[in-house]
């Protein structure tokens, strides 16, 4: 069976921004038990870190961006962890380990003590530094 290719950025259709994170709110109150608090968390340090964020949530995932960059990060909550992507990961100074679509790069976080590392506080505030996503054209 051949693998499923995920469809490039390019031709997908960002989420539409709001300033209002009821949605994020809501979709984290959706996600399992055992992961809400690492989603908490992540959350927590993301809206902490980076003022005037843009929220949304598209295909059962919670995006987080800037007015001048586009979308910076996507967080979805699967059974066993919640992946952090950062659209722009490939350009940081210590990109996440994992990633294989251009210049995006995600984080798999299984532990709350993953999620307040010093390396994930540094990767969100790198996010905020380098574009994002953003709609072509």
Same mark, same amino acid.
């Given at each position: 069976?051949?693998?499923?290719?995920?469809k490039p @950025?390019? *031709?997908? =259709?960002?989420?539409?921004?709001?300033? /209002?994170?009821?949605?994020?709110?809501?979709?984290?109150?959706?996600?399992? +038990?055992? @992961?809400?608090?690492?989603?908490?968390? !992540? /959350?927590?340090?993301?809206?902490?870190?980076? +003022?005037? @964020?843009? &929220?949304?949530? =598209?295909? %059962? %995932?919670?995006?987080?961006?800037?007015?001048?960059?586009?979308w910076?990060?996507?967080?979805?909550?699967?059974?066993?962890?919640?992946? @952090?992507?950062?659209?722009?990961?490939?350009?940081?100074?210590?990109?996440?380990? !994992?990633?294989? *679509?251009?210049?995006?790069? &995600?984080?798999?976080?299984? *532990? !709350?003590?993953?999620?307040?590392?010093?390396?994930?506080?540094?990767?969100?505030?790198?996010?905020?530094?380098?574009?994002?996503? %953003?709609?072509?054209?």
């Amino acid at each position: 069976m051949a693998k499923m290719q995920r469809k490039p @950025l390019s *031709t997908r =259709k960002p989420p539409v921004p709001s300033e /209002d994170s009821a949605e994020v709110d809501d979709w984290a109150s959706r996600v399992m +038990p055992d @992961l809400q608090p690492i989603v908490r968390s !992540l /959350d927590e340090q993301i809206r902490k870190q980076i +003022p005037n @964020l843009q &929220y949304a949530v =598209k295909w %059962k %995932k919670a995006y987080y961006g800037l007015p001048d960059r586009g979308w910076i990060m996507e967080m979805v909550s699967y059974d066993v962890s919640v992946n @952090l992507v950062f659209f722009g990961g490939a350009d940081f100074d210590s990109p996440p380990p !994992l990633g294989d *679509t251009d210049r995006s790069r &995600y984080i798999k976080v299984r *532990t !709350l003590e993953e999620a307040e590392s010093e390396e994930m506080a540094n990767w969100i505030a790198e996010s905020a530094r380098v574009a994002g996503w %953003k709609q072509e054209g």
